[in-house]
Nanobody
Framework: QVQLVESGGGLVQAGGSLKLSCAAS????????MGWFRQAAGKEREFVAA????????RYANSVKGRFTISRDNAKNTVYLQMNSLKPEDTAVYYC?????????????????WGQGTQVTVSS
């Protein structure tokens, strides 16, 4: 049973930083892609960033390029999302997701497993 557990969310002022973690268990993830998505109140879930466990290839949403960095620690089975220069519009619940493929995609239905989410609130 795959489990994804997010942590690291919280309240931060605009311009600040947060680092989210996603601890993955229950599988060998070398052939998986991992993604971060977010969902603001009243809005659809949207892609933020993704990475492959094997090669470390990454992809970012245009809205976070240059501010967010996704990385992974294979030994710890953990994926991170470093978020810098945060803006009020980054406020959302952030979800970690896993996809049984080495190809990174940006659509939520293409991911097979999801964490429960962690709240990020950026005050102005």
């Amino acid at each position: 049973q795959v489990q994804l557990v997010e942590s690291g969310g919280g309240l931060v002022q605009a311009g600040g930083s947060l680092k989210l973690s996603c601890a993955a268990s229950g599988r060998t993830f070398s052939s998986y892609a991992m993604g971060w998505f977010r969902q603001a109140a009243g809005k659809e879930r949207e892609f933020v960033a993704a990475i492959t466990w094997s090669s470390g290839s990454t992809r970012y949403a245009n809205s976070v390029k240059g501010r967010f960095t996704i990385s992974r620690d294979n030994a710890k089975n953990t994926v991170y999302l470093q978020m810098n220069s945060l803006k009020p519009e980054d406020t959302a619940v952030y979800y970690c997701a896993a996809r049984r493929s080495t190809i990174v995609t940006i659509t939520p239905p293409s991911y097979d497993y999801w964490g429960q989410g962690t709240q990020v609130t950026v005050s102005s």
